[in-house]
Structure formats: structure tokens, C-alpha cells
């Protein structure tokens, strides 16, 4: 569930130990490795290329391990703030130089901030690729960081969360939902930023955050497409293994969230919101932990689609709910695994919120027969192909894996993973999550509805 943001407007892993199951679905779902190249440049760039010729085109994106949570204390909206401040000019380029040699030649560019990364990418004709790779090193190591460019910017991230979180119904609801469940981590500030820390900024903040973080030792480079790899990385040594290495060490978030002593409720009034909200967060662990291949297939069993759990009984059966959804976060520090049910017209939060206890409870005491488990298995591999069907989202998938698990070489074992899941650990891990200590709760309320 993680709170990504692109620039104009945000393949999940697996994991329970022990062999794969003799199963119709565990002998037929498969997937071949990603045939990738993996390198470090001397500067500590990790440079990642998958060659491929379906298509006359390729795919880059280069990832910067800084994302919401990263934000400097009392700063909150910095890495959102610097994903557009990289579309403004360079020292050899003007502003929305990347727009024109993108679009003009038929691609596409876009960027997007998430709580641990922000990702650039851009889709071209593959006899476009190196002067991508050249416009990307460039900006990276020629960003023009101005008063004129970071006011500019700035009022637009503000104004996007007066869009995103102030004017949608439901656009608070994030917000809070992370503001309860973290008290320490950073997670609880969300992505997005806060207008007041913006306007707080000065522009030597701005400046020394971009030195902070944006530098080749903290950036992962995925290229995916049609290309020779042997050309693609003498490019890559050209125009990024000579950029410097700076000295400093990069700052990195060491903090835990401490246990929670208990439940924790909030009740909000909204003005825009047409229908009441009900919002419940479990604490869970990190993405490359491995328990969350089972959270996953728990996610995919309780409210992925309209045949779900969660969906069948709020809003087929019981006619409580217009919408319900479940999701685990997929982070590089512990998340979040949460319920969200928007109440149908008349029916009170607090049945709402029963029908979701007993759902959960369910699911912590019965064992999920064996056909409910292999249609989640097949969902999550259904996904996990959709997710790899262009050149775009493979360098996506690869680049969210290396960043956020710290290693793109789990993709490999990813289908395996969900496979090896079975009843009584979905059972087991559901017990360990759903526990009322572990939870936060916001009731999310319509004025005037």
C-alpha cells in the first residue's frame, strides 16, 4: 500500500520457509530469472541491464534510495520536492529538457516519490538510449538548484496536497491512518509533504539536501530493452562512472518504531467526505522479512477483488460497505497492513467494523480450505506476469526489489515463495498480525451525510 506520487498527478515479494508443496498450482505457475546484468561502478553507482529485442525500444529508470521518509526533521515533503525540481534545468540544459527527448521522438518520462525511493524513468526508440543515459547523468550532476526553481516547485507540491489530501473526500484518510499508527518512525509524516514545512524551507535547505542524497553511490540504474549490454555499459561507464563520489556518508533512518502499548483510536470529522470511513492498521514487518509472502497471500484472500473475503461479506451479503480493500505495505523499514471499508448510506462505522472483526477472526482460526488458497496463489502469480508485460515495469520491479529488499536477485524465487505458502501458516501469521495491541483505528466521519 505504499503512498507513491508522479510528477503530475506512487511486484510485490514472498516468503514462508520449507520446500514447494506438491500442488497443481505449485507445479504449474513458473517463472524464468530475469536475465539481468548486475555491476557497481567505481563510484557506487549499481548499474542493472536486461537486454531484450522483443521491441524496438528501451526503458530507463534510475532510482534514488530517498524517499518521504528520509525528509529532514521539520522538512517534511523534501523528496517529493526534488522529484520535480530534477525536470528544471541543468548547466548544459534548460528546463523540461528530459519532456523533449521523450516526447518529441514518440516516448514518455515520468518520475514518482515513494517512503523509501524516488524513481525516474523514461520509455524511448532504443536509438534513443544514449542520449537518455547522457540527460540523466547530466541532470544528476548538473541540476541548477535556484531560488526561481525551488519557489516554483515548491508552491506546486503545496498545491498538490491541497488536491490530494485537502479537496478529496477520502484524501485525509492516509494521512491520518499513518500519523496514528507511527509515533517515532518517519513513515508517519507520508510522502506527499507538509505545507507548512515547505513554506519553512529555505533554499541552503534545498541545496544541501539534493548534495545529501543525490549522488551516484546512492542510485540504482535499470535499463531494460533493445540494446547491445556490452555498448549499453560503455555508456554507462562514459557518462556516469566518471561523475564523483563524495566523501560524506549518506545519512540513513535508524529508527524503530517502538511496540505499540496498545490500541489506538481516532475519530475525524470530514467535510467532503459523501459516506463514513472505517480505517485499521496492523503493525507488520519489512519486505524482505519473510513473512511477507504469507501477508501477501492474506491480503490477496481478505480484499483483493470483489470475490474476496472482505468484499463478499460487507458488501454482498450484508449490504454494509460500497467499497473494502486490504493492504500490506511492501517497505524497506516494518509497515503497515491495513483495512479500509467505506460504509454504505445509513449503516453506523461500529458495524462496519464488526463485519471486519469477524472476518479477521476467521481467517485467524479457520484455515483457508485448499481451492480458496490456490486461487490466491494464482492471483499473486497473475500479477506478478501482468507486472512484468512491458519493458517499463520489469526495470520497475527490478528497481523496487533492489531498493527496497536490497536485492533484485529475489525476484527469482518470488513465485516459489508464494507456492510454499500454506493454510496454517496464513493462519499462523494472522494470528501474529491481527492482535488489538497491534492496531490502529481511525473512524472517518461524514459531517452531514
Given amino acids: 500500500m505504499s503512498r507513491v506520487l508522479h510528477r503530475q498527478g506512487v511486484a510485490k515479494s514472498k516468503g514462508a520457509s520449507g520446500e514447494v508443496p506438491s500442488s497443481p498450482t505449485a507445479e504449474r505457475l513458473h517463472l524464468d530469472p530475469l536475465p539481468f546484468r548486475e555491476r557497481v561502478l567505481p563510484n557506487g553507482l549499481r548499474a ?3 537486454e531484450d529485442h522483443r521491441s524496438a525500444t528501451a526503458a530507463v529508470n534510475i532510482a534514488y534510495s530517498v524517499g518521504g521518509k528520509d ?3 521539520g522538512r517534511s515533503g523534501f523528496a517529493h520536492l526534488f522529484e520535480h525540481l530534477m525536470f528544471k534545468g541543468t548547466k548544459r540544459t534548460g ?9 518529441d521522438v514518440g516516448g514518455f518520462n515520468n518520475a514518482f516519490t515513494t517512503e523509501d525511493y524516488t524513481n525516474y524513468y523514461e520509455v524511448i526508440p532504443s536509438n534513443y538510449l544514449e542520449t537518455i543515459l547522457w ?3 547530466d541532470r544528476l550532476s548538473g541540476l541548477i538548484v535556484d531560488a526561481a526553481n525551488f519557489q516554483t516547485e515548491r508552491e506546486v507540491v503545496i498545491s498538490e496536497y491541497d488536491q490530494r489530501v485537502l479537496a478529496e473526500p477520502y484524501g485525509m484518510l492516509g494521512e491520518l491512518a499513518a500519523r496514528e499508527a507511527y509515533l517515532v518512525h518517519p513513515y508517519g509524516r507520508g510522502v506527499i509533504g507538509d505545507p507548512e514545512n515547505l513554506r519553512a524551507a529555505t533554499l541552503e535547505d534545498v541545496r544541501a539536501f539534493h548534495a545529501t ?7 540504482t540504474l535499470v535499463v531494460v530493452g533493445d540494446f547491445d549490454s556490452d555498448i549499453v555499459d560503455k555508456w554507462i561507464d562514459e557518462y556516469f562512472g566518471t561523475l564523483e563520489r563524495p566523501k560524506a556518508e549518506i545519512p540513513r533512518v535508524t529508527t524503530l518504531e517502538p511496540a505499540s502499548g496498545g490500541e489506538r483510536r481516532l475519530s475525524y470529522q470530514s467535510t467532503n467526505a459523501p459516506l463514513p470511513a472505517f480505517n485499521v492498521s496492523w503493525h507488520i514487518g519489512r519486505a524482505r522479512d519473510a513473512e511477507m509472502p504469507v501477508l501477501d497471500i492474506i491480503e490477496t484472500l481478505l480484499g483483493t477483488g470483489k470475490s474476496s473475503r472482505l468484499y463478499r461479506a460487507l458488501v454482498y451479503e450484508h449490504q ?3 467499497n473494502v480493500w486490504a493492504g500490506a505495505d511492501w517497505n524497506e523499514d516494518p509497515g503497515m497492513f491495513t483495512i479500509r471499508a467505506i460504509a454504505a448510506t445509513g449503516v453506523e462505522l461500529t458495524r462496519v467494523e464488526s463485519l471486519i472483526e469477524e472476518q479477521v477472526a476467521l481467517i485467524t482460526s479457520n484455515p483457508a480450505d485448499a481451492a480458496e488458497l490456490e486461487k490466491a496463489k494464482v492471483q499473486m502469480y497473475s500479477g506478478t506476469v501482468r507486472g512484468l508485460s512491458t519493458y517499463n515495469e520489469i526495470a520497475q520491479t527490478i528497481v523496487r526489489s533492489a531498493v527496497v529488499r536490497g536485492s533484485a536477485h529475489l525476484l527469482d524465487d518470488d513465485v516459489a515463495r508464494y507456492n510454499a505458502v500454506d493454510a496454517e501458516s496464513v493462519r499462523a501469521v494472522a ?5 488489538a495491541k497491534n492496531r490502529s483505528t481511525i473512524e472517518y466521519l461524514a459531517v452531514g451525510a
Wanted: proline share 9%; glycine share 0%.
Fill in 48 to 50: 542493472i541491464t536486461l
Fill in 71 to 73: 525528509d529532514p526533521p
Fill in 95 to 103: 528546463a523540461e529538457t528530459i519532456d523533449r527527448l521523450t516526447e
Fill in 135 to 137: 540527460a540523466e547523468a
Fill in 213 to 219: 542524497y543525490y549522488r551516484p553511490d546512492n542510485a
Fill in 320 to 322: 454494509a460497505a460500497t
Fill in 431 to 435: 494470528s501474529q498480525t491481527f492482535v
